[in-house]
């Protein structure tokens, strides 16, 4: 073989499949090729400058690809409108506050986007924590109130003016429990899954169904999960729009449905709250109305007492 043909040998030997190339390289070792040590010299700096090339393009291509870095988070806290709800609100806001911390302990800007009249008067009396814009319920949560965060958080991310967007609310667990997390909800995981800050996945892979019952007279509610089986796609279907369309189209739905979930959650753990922080203090109180009638009758029957021994020392005195 000649030094001419050398490269032309190596890239069809690189093209070839495995067999293939085991067998061109079992049989390139009994070839001989006749060129100068000059010729083979100026051919492995022609390599060395390719590979240089090529390293580099990868090295380009890997830095474009990767995920946009996150350099400012909007936190979205979803409070109650009313209070005398126990610690309802207070351990939303100290979650939020500790996730805040956080972010600035890693040096990565926050803002705040704030539901429910409970919360907007928190940050609003501490003007040192940036917030996006305050928003409030009138009543029972809609796809109208849900639609309009999902519209606000959406644009920001499109904006570029945030790079990730979270969720702290309360997530309902039985009518005595509910526990306060944080949800990622922009951007999605590869797999489509909604996780939280430590890479828990949230009801990803599994729906939920809650079920009020009674049990033993008193009001409980059971959790049933049901296993979601995945439908075989058909390699059939075709689609008209690029991938990009069909998401710009569905992320808007699905952003809508996971924030009105979470609305729904947060009432029904703030009734939840309340109920029972209505029933300890109905308890309390008729604990202490009895202490207060017990005390009430003691003063009265000593008074009555008095009265009727000052009446027989008159009686006793006039007939003396």
Not at 28 to 42: A, G, K, M, P
Not at 133 to 150: H, M, N, W, Y
Request: glycine share 4%.
């Amino acid at each position: 073989m000649s030094c001419s043909h050398l490269s032309t040998a190596w890239s069809s030997s690189a093209l070839a499949s495995t067999s293939t190339r085991r067998r061109a390289s079992t049989g390139s070792s009994s070839l001989v090729v006749r060129c100068s040590l000059r010729d083979l010299r100026n051919r492995i700096d022609s390599v060395r400058n390719t590979q240089k090339i090529t390293e580099a393009m990868k090295l380009v291509a890997a830095a474009l690809t990767r995920q946009r870095a996150v350099k400012r988070v909007a936190i979205v806290v979803l409070t109650g409108e009313r209070g005398l709800c126990g610690a309802f609100n207070n351990n939303v806001l100290k979650k939020a506050e500790a996730r805040m911390e956080d972010l600035r302990q890693l040096g990565v800007d926050y803002t705040v986007i704030s539901v429910g009249k409970k919360g907007n008067a928190y940050f609003q009396r501490r003007d040192y924590i940036p917030t996006e814009r305050f928003l409030e319920l009138a009543g029972i949560p809609t796809v109208k109130d849900s639609q309009a965060i999902c519209d606000l958080i959406y644009s920001l991310f499109v904006a570029e003016e945030v790079d990730k967007v979270e969720l702290v609310y309360s997530k309902f667990v039985n009518l005595v429990r509910s526990d306060p997390i944080i949800q990622t909800l922009l951007p999605m995981s590869p797999k489509g899954e909604i996780c939280d800050v430590n890479g828990i996945c949230v009801d990803a892979t599994e729906d939920e169904l809650f079920k009020l019952t009674t049990k033993e007279g008193k009001l409980t509610v059971e959790r049933e999960k049901i296993k979601i089986e995945m439908q075989p796609f058909s390699p059939v279907v075709q689609f008209e729009q690029d991938p990009v369309q069909i998401l710009d189209a569905l992320l808007p739905l699905y952003l809508n449905s996971q924030i009105l979930r979470a609305l729904q959650e947060s009432l029904a753990s703030e009734l939840a709250a309340r109920m029972s922080a209505m029933s300890s203090a109905t308890d309390n109180a008729i604990d202490l109305r009895k202490n207060l009638s017990m005390v009430y009758n003691r003063r009265r029957q000593a008074k009555i007492t008095g009265e009727i021994l000052e009446i027989v020392a008159g009686a006793d005195a006039l007939s003396g």
